[in-house]
C-alpha cells in the first residue's frame, strides 16, 4: 500500500479508487444531513488527507472504506457542530487529529507556497518527500538524483537550513509569513 | 559536513526525541552555555510545521486534480450522474 504512494502517479490512481469507493456513502450521508455537494466534496478531500498522512506513518488500515467514512463523518459533524454553536461534547479524544487538521484549513490562507519557493521548488519537494510523504533516504537520493543516500542527506539538512532560515524571529507564526 | 549542517542533524534527533542518552544530555549542556540554542530548535521546528504546511498544500492540489477529473471528464459520467442524484430534493 505504501508503495503506491510514493510516486504522484500512484497517489492519483489511489485517490480515484477511493473516490469510486467511498465518496458514494459519504455524500449520501452528507446530503441526508442537510448538506450540499460542495460540503461533501470538502469533506472527502480533508478525509483523504488525513487517511494519507496515516497510512505514509506506517498505520494499518484493513478497511478503507469504512476508516474513510468515519473521518468523514467526523469532519461533517464538527461543522454541523461548529454551524449550530452547539456546545462540546465529553468525547473529543477521537475528534482531536480530525479537529487539528480541519483547524489547520481553516487557519491558513494559501500564501504558502510563494513564500516557502524562495527556498528553491526543489529543495521543497525534496524536504516534502522526506518529511511529509516520508520517503526513506534511499529513495531521496534516488528520486532526486544523488549518487549516494550521504550526499543526499547532506543536502537536504542544506535545504532544511534555508527554510529555516527564513524563521526570523522565534514570534513569528505561520499567519506572519502569509500575510 | 560542515558545522552548522551537524548541528541541524543534531537538533533534528533532539527534537525528534531519538538522540542517544550521551546526546542528549550535551545537548541540554549545550542549551545552557549556549543562550541561542532554544531559539534554534525553536526556529527549526517551525521550519517543519512550514514543511508540513507545504506537503499538505501539494498533497491538496493532488486530490483536486482527481476530483475535478471526476467531475468533468466524460469517462467519469456515470460515477458523476450517481452523486448529482443524491442530491436532488
Not at chain 2, 19 to 36: G, H, N, V, W
Amino acid at each position: 500500500m505504501r508503495n503506491i504512494l510514493k510516486t504522484r502517479k500512484g497517489r492519483e490512481e489511489f485517490f480515484l479508487k477511493m473516490y469510486y469507493e467511498s465518496f458514494p456513502s459519504v455524500a449520501r450521508y452528507v446530503s441526508r444531513r442537510g448538506g450540499s455537494m460542495e460540503d461533501a466534496k470538502d469533506v472527502f478531500q480533508e478525509s483523504l488527507m488525513i487517511y494519507y498522512e496515516q497510512l505514509v506513518a506506517g498505520k494499518k488500515v484493513h478497511e478503507h472504506e469504512g476508516y474513510l467514512f468515519g473521518v468523514a463523518r467526523h469532519l461533517w459533524y464538527k461543522r454541523f457542530r461548529e454551524a449550530s454553536s452547539l456546545p462540546l461534547v465529553a468525547d473529543e479524544s477521537a475528534l482531536s487529529q480530525v479537529t487539528d487538521s480541519e483547524q489547520d484549513k481553516a487557519d491558513k490562507p494559501l500564501h504558502l507556497l510563494s513564500f516557502l519557493q524562495s527556498a528553491g521548488e526543489k529543495c521543497m519537494e525534496m524536504l516534502r518527500s522526506f518529511y511529509y510523504d516520508r520517503l526513506s533516504m534511499d529513495e531521496v537520493a534516488h528520486r532526486y538524483g544523488y549518487r549516494t543516500t550521504r550526499s543526499a542527506t547532506v543536502q537536504k539538512f542544506k535545504c532544511l537550513e534555508k527554510v529555516r532560515a527564513q524563521v526570523k524571529d522565534k514570534s513569528l507564526t505561520y499567519e506572519d509569513f502569509t500575510t | 559536513m560542515r558545522t552548522s549542517l551537524r548541528e541541524i542533524r543534531e537538533l533534528e534527533r533532539f527534537i525528534q526525541g531519538i538522540s542517544l542518552p550521551e546526546e542528549r544530555l550535551l545537548m541540554e549542556a549545550k542549551m545552557q552555555l549556549d543562550t541561542s540554542m532554544p531559539q534554534k530548535i525553536n526556529r527549526q521546528k517551525m521550519a517543519y510545521q512550514l514543511v508540513r504546511d507545504y506537503g499538505r498544500e501539494k498533497l491538496r492540489e493532488e486530490i483536486r486534480n482527481v476530483e475535478h477529473e471526476l467531475f468533468e471528464a466524460p469517462r467519469h459520467q456515470g460515477f458523476r450522474k450517481r452523486i448529482v442524484n443524491l442530491f436532488k430534493r
